[in-house]
């Protein structure tokens, strides 16, 4: 799932996956229940004038952009097995602030053009995802493969520069695969997926296809408490196209590397894990370069015997 924070070559600088929002553990899936899990998701990040981004139908520069917001998730592990695995359905909802400042310039059709600067932000609920995995273990090892689908009935901001809906149906598939030694607390994950972008019927703008890798590397200190390092890499592989994708293929690319830490408690009778990932963005191409951070607090309502 992504978010209006990371503004890229998709249009309005929106790609639905939300980069870092897998890591550790990433590919194991647990026992059948009922589970929830809430991010709170802060980013913040700039381009310099010399980079130009289509938001809005407008081009812009000189972009600086942050987010606030919240992604609510809820999952259920079936009780019966599926090939062997774990099936996992669930749906994420999304909603908080993005603020964009940027210089603007529009092209009238019929008038000279008009240059600014603008600040636009709202508080916005996103496009629901519905996400559906299956997952195996052996081992010390666990995996996935998992499918997401952003649904376009979001409180999409026609003509506005910061948005958190998307206005366009997506798809994005991926396998995720974990590594975890008990004994040594030592967790090794990566997940590796495609992005495939319908069209924006309003602005008639087709987000090109795009690839992204997450990992993860973490040391259990205690019982309790671990810390490790986490990464993603973003690279869109085709172009935008359509009538509104007036800066051409205008591909993305970026890398980040970042620090988490994790601590894991109980509630009563209920488990509880908390973590706190942390993300730097470096060598950015076609979009902002930036920071971002989750805060994650996830626990089972219900767990199938």
Do not use: C
């Not at 978010?3 to 899936?29: C, Q, S």
């Not at 974990?178 to 994950?189: A, D, K, M, Q, V």
């Amino acid at each position: 799932m992504s978010t209006a924070a990371d503004l890229h070559a998709a249009e309005n600088g929106i790609g639905f996956y939300l980069l870092g929002g897998r890591g550790p553990m990433a590919g194991y899936i647990p026992p059948p229940g009922f589970y929830l899990q809430n991010d709170i998701y802060f980013y913040s990040g700039k381009a310099d004038a010399n980079r130009r981004f289509l938001s809005g139908g407008q081009l812009i520069a000189n972009v600086r952009g942050e987010v606030r917001a919240d992604f609510l998730t809820g999952t259920w592990v079936l009780p019966p097995q599926v090939l062997g695995g774990n099936l996992a359905v669930g749906v994420l909802v999304p909603a908080g602030r993005p603020e964009v400042t940027a210089n603007i310039l529009l092209n009238p059709a019929d008038a000279d053009p008009i240059a600014g600067k603008v600040t636009d932000d709202a508080f916005v609920f996103g496009d629901p995802v519905a996400s559906v995995a299956l997952g195996w273990h052996s081992g010390n090892w666990h995996w996935n493969v998992a499918g997401l689908l952003n649904i376009p009935i979001g409180d999409y901001r026609e003509g506005e520069i910061a948005n958190l809906a998307f206005h366009r149906w997506a798809g994005d598939i991926s396998a995720a695969v974990t590594w975890l030694e008990p004994t040594s607390g030592i967790e090794l994950s990566t997940a590796a997926g495609f992005t495939f972008n319908g069209t924006n019927d309003v602005t008639d703008y087709t987000t090109g296809t795009e690839f992204h890798v997450e990992w993860s590397a973490t040391k259990a200190l205690t019982k309790q408490l671990s810390v490790g390092l986490v990464g993603y890499y973003y690279d869109q592989v085709t172009g935008d196209s359509g009538a509104g994708a007036r800066l051409g293929d205008f591909k993305g690319e970026v890398t980040a590397l970042g620090g988490t830490i994790a601590y894991n408690f109980e509630l009563g009778q209920t488990p509880v894990s908390t973590r706190l990932k942390v993300y730097r963005e470096f060598d950015a191409v076609n979009r902002l370069e930036g920071t971002s951070a989750f805060i994650t607090v996830a626990f089972p309502l219900s767990v199938t015997k």
